[in-house]
C-alpha cells in the first residue's frame, strides 16, 4: 500500500515573546522524528530557513496581530491553509499586548505617535479576532499534552 503524502506544516510567530515557539522545540525532542514520517515542516524560523509554497495543511500561530502588514500576512496565511492552529493564551487573549485596548484617552494620546510610527493598528487583535482558528491551545507556553493531542489529531487526519 502507497503511503499518503506528507502534511505541509508551517510554524508562525506575530507579535509576541516567541515562548510557544521555543517550548514546541523542546516537543520536538520527543516527538520530532515520528512526526517527520507524516509531515514535511516548510516554515519554522525558529529552527529553519523557509520555504515558500502556496498551500499548508496545517499552520500552528502564536502571537497577536498588532499592524497592517500583520493582518494582511496571517488573512493570506489563512486562505492558503487547511487547518489554522492558534498557539498560546496571549494569541487567544491578546493579552498581555492587548493591555493598549484598554488604555483610556490620556495614555492612548500618549502613544499615537509611537503607533503611527510603526504602522500599528488602532488596536490589537487576536489571531481569532483577525481569522478563523480551526483549534485553539491555551498556556503560557503551550500546555504540551493538549498540544500534542490537538496537532496529532490534525496531523493524522
Known amino acids: ?6 502534511k505541509i506544516v508551517g510554524v ?9 515557539s521555543i517550548y514546541l522545540t523542546e516537543i520536538f525532542n520527543t516527538k520530532l522524528i515520528p512526526w517527520l514520517e507524516k509531515m514535511d515542516l516548510v516554515y519554522f524560523l525558529a529552527l529553519k530557513d523557509h520555504k515558500e509554497v502556496d498551500y499548508y495543511d496545517i499552520a500552528v500561530v502564536e502571537g497577536v496581530i498588532t499592524s497592517q502588514k500583520d493582518k494582511e500576512a496571517i488573512e493570506k496565511l489563512r486562505a492558503k491553509t487547511k487547518i489554522l492552529i492558534a498557539m498560546g493564551t496571549c494569541t487567544i487573549t491578546g493579552y498581555p499586548s492587548a493591555q493598549r485596548n484598554e488604555f483610556n484617552a490620556k495614555q492612548n494620546a500618549q502613544i499615537q505617535e509611537h503607533l503611527k510610527k510603526f504602522d500599528y493598528l488602532p488596536r490589537v487583535l487576536t489571531v481569532t479576532e483577525a481569522v478563523k482558528a480551526d483549534a485553539e491551545v491555551m498556556g503560557c507556553p503551550i500546555v504540551e499534552k493538549k498540544f500534542i493531542e490537538t496537532f496529532e489529531k490534525y ?3
Open 155 to 157: 496531523l493524522n487526519l
Open 12 to 20: 508562525f510567530s506575530f507579535s509576541c515573546d516567541e515562548g510557544c
Open 1 to 6: 500500500m502507497a503511503k499518503k503524502n506528507k
